[in-house]
């Protein structure tokens, strides 16, 4: 495999690079630091993610980000508390690499750990990243990862919505997405736009922008299992989608339970219309559940 910066892989596709997996990070504690992904690129070479950007710097690209585990943030920033809004704490965990099972130009497999704020284990997680072919114009990200309570009772994953912040179920995979000056579009099976889709299930989302250079991101959460999670989208002040983990309701996991989810992203060039986001979501969910 092609090495780039110490600490950093790169995804490959056809000879093509077409990701910068960044698995050991060097970060300040208060992003609450993990391996991402970032730049993510169009076939055509444009970027769609954005790191560290102003308005959050604790947005990372491509990352599995949790605001709150059993009072640990690994999302990184302030920390929603009922009855106090969001406040500066001491909490910050960190995902650390613990061992590779699988390193190709395409095809990436490790195993990490979550270690809380006061240095112990609260999880392992095996996280498999993978480049796949979809066609002349669009390639997939194909990130899945189990996530396996290695403490000695329950853990409990929550959200800001779930301790009193309306709408703010975020915390899962987190795709932050490059904007730049551009309009954000978001496509959905039977609607448009950020109100409409934003908190809701669908089997697949899509975000476009229209620019000089513009690109279509089309998420799809793959294997019925978790489906069901709700989608957590912005498109005004910043772009970016999530699958949630805890909406509105706490996801409690027992001791030795896992969480287990894998999001497959189309990422094309060209702004594509419903109907072509639809095909390439109805592919993507053919090819990997006869996989």
């Known amino acids: 495999m092609t090495r780039t910066l110490p600490g950093t892989?790169?995804?490959?596709?056809?000879g093509r690079?077409?990701?910068?997996?960044?698995?050991?990070?060097?970060?300040?504690?208060?992003?609450?630091?993990?391996?991402?992904?970032?730049?993510?690129?169009?076939?055509g070479g444009t970027e769609v993610t954005e790191l560290m950007p102003d308005d959050h710097l604790?947005?990372?690209?491509?990352?599995?980000?949790?605001?709150?585990?059993?009072?640990?943030?690994?999302?990184?920033?302030?920390?929603f508390v009922r009855g106090r809004g969001s406040v500066h704490l001491p909490n910050h965990g960190v995902q650390r690499h613990h061992d590779w099972t699988n390193r190709t130009s395409g095809d990436l497999t490790h195993e990490l750990r979550w270690i809380g704020p006061e240095g112990n284990d609260l999880l392992r997680e095996r996280r498999s990243i993978a480049a796949r072919a979809v066609g002349a114009q669009a390639w997939a990200l194909d990130f899945e990862f189990a996530l396996t309570n290695v403490t000695a009772g329950p853990l409990t994953f929550a959200s800001p919505a779930t301790n009193g912040r309306s709408g703010a179920g975020y915390g899962g995979f987190f795709w932050r997405a490059r904007r730049g000056h551009q309009r954000i579009h978001v496509l959905g099976p039977s609607r448009t736009g950020e109100r409409?889709?934003?908190?809701?299930?669908?089997?697949?989302?899509?975000?476009?922008?229209?620019?000089?250079?513009?690109?279509?991101?089309?998420?799809?959460?793959?294997?019925?299992?978790?489906?069901?999670?709700?989608?957590?989208?912005?498109?005004r002040d910043y772009a970016g989608v999530g699958s949630s983990l805890a909406w509105d309701q706490p996801l409690v996991v027992a001791a030795g339970g896992r969480v287990h989810r894998r999001i497959v992203t189309v990422v094309a060039d060209g702004r594509l219309r419903s109907g072509q986001a639809a095909e390439l979501a109805g592919a993507v969910l053919a090819g990997t559940e006869a996989g």
Do not use: C, K
Request: overall charge positive; cysteine-free.
């Open 17 to 43: 690079a077409v990701a910068e997996y960044v698995w050991r990070p060097q970060l300040p504690a208060e992003v609450s630091p993990r391996p991402y992904l970032h730049p993510v690129r169009t076939l």
């Open 196 to 235: 409409h889709l934003h908190g809701r299930r669908s089997p697949w989302l899509a975000l476009t922008g229209s620019s000089t250079d513009p690109w279509t991101l089309v998420f799809v959460a793959v294997a019925s299992a978790h489906r069901g999670d709700m989608w957590f989208v912005r498109s």
């Open 58 to 79: 604790h947005h990372l690209g491509v990352s599995v980000a949790v605001a709150d585990v059993d009072g640990a943030n690994f999302w990184g920033g302030r920390t």
């Open 9 to 14: 892989l790169s995804l490959r596709l056809d």
